[in-house]
């Protein structure tokens, strides 16, 4: 299984990116799908997870910026991410955790430049 992330980018800060990551195949049932980053020289971190049911964690920095959607039914994370800042340039890696099994995809690179 594959786990496809795309939607990363140069942008400016105060701009806003979405990102979108699908598995190659079914992976219901979904326990909970998520987004990490690793920025430069810094381990990687939780940004935000979805959970089967439909509810969300934030990690602290990132509540109110961004925003985690999941479609289970498509084994497909999604992250928006608004006003973006220079400190959000990172790798940003996707997640998908069943009950037997975790998943992680590439990583799509996010480039913030002030």
């Known amino acids: 299984v594959q786990l496809q992330a795309s939607g990363g980018g140069l942008v400016q800060a105060g701009e806003s990116l979405k990102l979108s990551c699908v598995a190659s195949?079914?992976?219901?049932?979904?326990?909970?799908m998520a987004w990490y980053r690793q920025a430069p020289g810094k381990q990687r971190e939780l940004v935000a997870r979805w959970l089967s049911g439909g509810s969300t964690i934030y990690a602290g920095p990132f509540k109110g910026r961004f925003t985690i959607s999941g479609d289970d039914a498509k084994s497909a994370v999604y992250l928006q991410m608004n006003s973006l800042k220079s400190e959000d340039t990172a790798v940003y890696y996707c997640?998908?955790?069943?009950?037997?099994?975790?998943?992680w995809g590439q990583g799509t690179e996010v480039t913030v430049s002030s």
């Open positions: 195949r079914s992976l219901l049932p979904v326990a909970a």
């Open positions: 997640n998908i955790n069943t009950h037997s099994q975790d998943y």
